[in-house]
């Protein structure tokens, strides 16, 4: 079973997307072979339901980070290796012979630049794999890093190759001269060896993920969290924030079985939106074994995560914004009514209707699914009297508020959680420094 | 006085948009002339607050309404155009420049200069005829334009021009007349003949948006003279909407704010920018889409339906809002009569301060006469205050139906306060608390 993540969730908490400036993921794509993106890719697009696996990989990202080793290879390079070995290569040597008889032949009479790309290709080749060797040889990676070792072992045999230990060390200016040294070059790699330099090639991508991403990690000092087995059922984090915002004001955050809901109430700007997303974002990236933004995390395996922010009001969907809502929210207590033990974020939850109607409904949906104890709820509303009915009869929901101090007449917010519903009545203030009634009854 | 709107009432009602099909300018941007629609963007920029001057455009595109056709060829208008737009005097082609070599070198090689004043002159004759002929078939006595029309018709009955009107167009003129003519039409009567195309120009508009009236089934208002508040709108509907349900309004001094309930999809936002949209344009003197109108005039008109976050700022969005509600204070103190728009008043900030800022605001809103404000809101509880401590307010709200589970909106206006309350409905229709009572609780 995968994680639960549908594309409203992803939307809000801005995780994938290569292409948006702001998005989790291209806060991590900083690798540098196309080969590393698509490996972060399936990463983002899969994070991981075992404990165990999950500790292994973030271990592997703060040894990575702990040893603050580079990327060792050239990028262009990989990428010409990259292309020279996806190149059909017919699977025979006498497919392999006519295909470089041929490029000679087409680059003599037409200076085709085929053979020219094929040199290349096999040059890059020879040059990643004595950078390759080198590394292996110098770097005791499997040493520092114990996961490695059976993936190094495997590795350090192919150099043992006799093929490959004897042509590595030729001149390069005799390869590109002499097709039948070409030949012989493009056989070990496309033909005889191939395997085994695909197998580099994927080592080197895996390479330049955890070095760029623990290189992230070191400059934004984020941490590594540690996964526990579903059934402890905790979250505890110490200066929780957003990755990407520099500077944020961190908060401590827990949920329990005893205390798995937290009402959140506070002004618009106080930061409502930011703190549920950035624990979201913490849920998901810790899932993935990434860093979190945080001091420290500890968090139970979820099925999934459910989040609700930022609803826009969509008036061409034909379905009120209203009943929109509502489906969704119908929709998560259906998956946590069958057990599946979810993170579910809601921001304003039916803002769309009339204040009676979102007083009820908020009560209502807060109370109904507060008693599923393996889900962890956090829940913002700008209903506060909600929270006043919930704290007599509910003592396993958390109230917190995000508050707004006045200075003077400007409010300022200092993004701290703070236990309680917020009491803040700044609407009315603003209203009076701005002297509005006054300047109305100037007739 | 001018008519007083600003950025934020022109994006919210869409009047000019990026893209200009969306806009309620492209639906009148139907004009013949480049010129016809650089004029028609003026008048959205400058509404009038003035019933008479109002009265008169209205007036004016009723006349011209049985014009079907512009009588003028645009291309023409162009080089026109073009031609009085150079008033470089190298250009000016002497009179006794008509020399052999001159000539000679004509044939070998076209002058372009000279071809340009002959192409000009000839379009600008063709004009001047082509606006006589058309003033000559128009009833100019029952035009409402008298002061417009006066001056053309002044500037055609100029000795130098008149003389024009006999020469025929296609004729190739001789060097020397030429010469006389582009000296005559480019240097000393170039402010009179801009007038002349600024008048056709105004032609174009006036027959164009008659014509786009006419398909579209446009009605035209009429203006009222400033103060008594009054607003009588009968069939109004959203000009964009391919099957608008039209609404009637009723507003005067007695009933000067108008108190807007209901769910968040039955048209409480395209209602606002249907109103606004009719009295901004009833301003400009165009044709509005309802089937009636009548309004007293305003010194201008302030919306605020789409309120951005100014995140960037870091201003909130209630704050916004506040800044907002005070800048329509401030316009109003200055004893401006205007017409106000504020859907979801205060709609950023806790229920508790919305709801005493929204009884606070409309109070104060309600003691302001001559005015017009429209104000909507999910907070109904302000509505049982207002409706014992205001006399002025008109309550009405766009009421939902439900059919089944689905709910249905009549986009129909009705008297009162909602008290639909379907919200927890839908939620109870769908089972959402069932499901959750009924789970396997851990």
Do not use: W
């Amino acid at each position: 079973m995968s994680f639960i993540a549908d594309q409203q969730t992803l939307d809000d908490l801005n995780i994938l997307g290569k292409y948006k400036p702001n998005s989790l993921f291209s806060f991590f794509n900083e690798v540098k072979t196309t080969g590393g993106e698509k490996l972060l890719e399936e990463m983002f697009h899969a994070p991981l339901m075992d404990e165990d696996e999950i500790n292994r990989r973030s271990k592997t990202f703060a040894h990575f980070q702990h040893c603050k080793i580079a990327f060792p290879f050239d990028a262009a390079e990989v990428m010409a290796m990259e292309n020279y070995l996806d190149e059909e290569a017919g699977g025979n040597l006498v497919s392999l012979t006519f295909q470089i008889f041929r490029k000679q032949l087409l680059a003599t009479l037409m200076k085709d630049e085929q053979l020219q790309t094929l040199v290349d290709g096999i040059m890059a080749t020879i040059g990643i794999l004595k950078a390759a060797k080198r590394l292996f040889a110098s770097l005791s990676l499997a040493e520092e890093i114990p996961f490695y070792k059976g993936q190094m072992d495997e590795i350090k045999l192919v150099f043992e190759n006799a093929d490959l230990k004897n042509y590595l060390d030729e001149d390069p200016a005799r390869i590109s001269n002499s097709g039948i040294h070409l030949l012989k070059f493009d056989r070990l790699f496309r033909l005889k060896l191939r395997a085994a330099v695909l197998n580099i090639l994927a080592f080197i991508y895996e390479l330049d993920v955890y070095t760029t991403v623990a290189a992230i990690a070191e400059r934004r000092s984020l941490s590594y969290a540690k996964a526990l087995p579903k059934e402890s059922n905790v979250f505890i984090a110490e200066e929780l924030r957003h990755p990407a915002i520099e500077h944020a004001v961190g908060n401590p955050v827990s949920f329990r079985q005893d205390s798995n809901v937290i009402f959140l109430t506070g002004a618009n700007m106080a930061g409502k939106s930011t703190f549920m997303k950035s624990y979201g974002i913490a849920i998901y990236l810790a899932h993935m074994g990434f860093p979190v933004g945080a001091s420290s995390l500890l968090f139970s395996i979820k099925d999934g995560i459910y989040s609700s922010i930022n609803v826009p009001d969509n008036l061409r969907l034909g379905y009120s914004h209203f009943y929109a809502e509502v489906l969704r929210v119908k929709n998560v207590a259906q998956d946590v009514s069958e057990g599946k033990q979810l993170v579910v974020i809601f921001d304003e939850l039916f803002k769309g209707t009339n204040v009676k109607d979102a007083y009820d409904a908020t009560y209502e949906v807060t109370a109904a699914f507060s008693s599923y104890r393996r889900c962890f709820f956090v829940i913002s509303t700008h209903i506060i009297e909600v929270g006043n009915v919930l704290q007599q009869s509910h003592p396993h929901i958390q109230f917190t508020y995000l508050p707004t101090v006045m200075l003077g007449k400007v409010p300022k917010y200092t993004y701290k959680l703070t236990q309680g519903i917020t009491e803040d009545r700044q609407g009315m203030t603003i209203i009076e420094n701005e002297d509005i009634i006054k300047i109305l009854n100037i007739f | 006085m001018v008519f007083t709107t600003d950025q934020q009432t022109l994006d919210d009602l869409k009047i000019f948009s990026r893209n200009s099909g969306d806009s309620i300018y492209g639906i009148f941007n139907k004009t013949f002339t480049r010129g016809g629609s650089a004029l028609l963007e003026e008048m959205f920029r400058y509404p009038f607050s003035d019933s008479e001057i109002i009265n008169t455009r209205l007036a004016t595109f009723q006349f011209f309404a049985k014009i079907k056709t512009f009588p003028f060829d645009t291309a023409q208008i162009d080089i026109a155009e073009q031609y009085l737009q150079n008033v470089d005097e190298r250009t000016k082609i002497s009179a006794d420049g008509d020399r052999t070599a001159n000539r000679l070198s004509n044939l070998v090689l076209d002058d372009v200069n000279y071809k340009f004043i002959q192409r000009g002159v000839a379009a600008l004759i063709s004009l001047l005829k082509a606006l006589c002929d058309f003033m000559g078939d128009l009833d100019t006595e029952h035009a409402p334009h008298q002061k417009e029309l006066a001056d053309v018709l002044n500037i055609l009955g100029e000795e130098d021009l008149g003389s024009l009107l006999e020469v025929s167009a296609q004729e190739r003129f001789s060097y020397a007349r030429l010469s006389e003519y582009d000296l005559m039409l480019r240097f000393k009567n170039r402010l009179e003949l801009k007038k002349v195309l600024l008048y056709i120009y105004h032609l174009d508009v006036y027959v164009s948006v008659a014509k786009v009236a006419a398909t579209e089934g446009f009605c035209y208002p009429r203006a009222l003279v400033a103060g008594a508040g009054i607003l009588n709108l009968e069939g109004l509907y959203h000009p964009k909407l391919v099957h608008p349900i039209t609404n009637d309004l009723h507003l005067d001094e007695s009933k000067s704010v108008l108190f807007l309930t209901g769910a968040n999809m039955a048209g409480k936002s395209t209602f606002m920018k249907s109103l606004g949209v009719a009295l901004f344009l009833a301003h400009m003197g165009f044709p509005v889409p309802a089937s009636s109108m009548e309004f007293s005039v305003m010194d201008g008109i302030f919306t605020t339906i789409n309120l951005p976050d100014n995140l960037s700022v870091g201003n909130s969005h209630f704050y916004a809002e506040v800044l907002r509600v005070k800048k329509i204070a401030k316009e109003l103190s200055l004893s401006r009569r205007l017409f106000v728009i504020i859907d979801e008043l205060f709609r950023g900030t806790n229920v508790k301060d919305a709801y005493e800022a929204t009884i606070l605001i409309t109070e104060a809103f309600a003691r302001r006469k001559g005015s017009i404000f429209v104000i909507s809101t999910h907070i109904i509880e302000a509505g049982e205050v207002l409706k014992e401590s205001c006399g002025n307010v008109d309550f009405k709200y766009l009421p939902t139906v439900m059919s089944g589970n689905t709910p249905i909106y009549t986009r129909k206006l009705k008297s009162g306060i909602t008290a639909d309350r379907h919200g927890m409905l839908i939620i109870n229709n769908e089972g959402i608390l069932e499901i959750l009572k009924n789970g396997k609780i851990t």
